[in-house]
């Protein structure tokens, strides 16, 4: 934890040193950056994602796992009503494994997936607007949240189970944005989803209730400054 809180540290001051050097107006020129009215495309990626992969061996048989746990990343649009206000809509990907066992019956393949789809708002105050300074904002959330899992086996009756299963969640967060000439942000948020239980195992485990900090890159396009 230590160590990621470090690179976020780190992500954060070469932002700033960029961000100045691309965006800083003419001396004597300050300007004021209007988000009133526009749009914004962003892809992020979760920075506690946990990429794994691991073989084991017993007399039961071989089994192999891998797979990403946690927060992995999203496709986002956002449309500014304000400076201050914004609406959200994500669409994301927590979790996603796979699982290949092979005993005494023959082989079983497990894989399993969950998709948060989240519609909020984002809010951040009106005096961190100019084109120098960070916007601090605070983001809510809420929607469903798709867990799909397969199951393949080929034991004495082979079968295939496919389902999907729906849990309500919501996200609260919290990050900074800075702009990177006139079209480009980028964000560095830190945030926390809350889901209910999947009515049925979704890969290892129901509850994906979980903390994410995330780094996005995001495309403003539409209305004017």
Known sequence: MTKVYRIISLLCFTIVFVSNSFSAPPAGDMVTRS???????SMSLGLLSDMNASSEISRAGVTTRS???????AL????????RLGVDVNIGVMNAEAKTSVGPHGPRVESAVVMPLLFGIRYQPVLLTTANEPRVYLTAA???YFGMASNVTTDWFPATEEYTETAL????GVGMS???????????????HLVSDF????????NYSSPDFTLALGFVFGGMY
């Open 35 to 41: 988000f009133s009215g526009r749009n914004a495309v």
């Open 67 to 73: 797979g990403g746990g946690g927060f992995m990343g």
């Open 76 to 83: 986002g649009f956002t449309h500014w009503y304000t400076d």
């Open 142 to 144: 809420v929607g469903p």
């Open 169 to 172: 969640g919501a996200r609260i």
């Open 178 to 192: 800075f702009s990177l000439g006139r079209i480009f942000i980028v964000d560095v948020g830190a945030g926390y």
């Open 199 to 206: 009515p049925r195992r979704i890969g290892s485990r129901e």
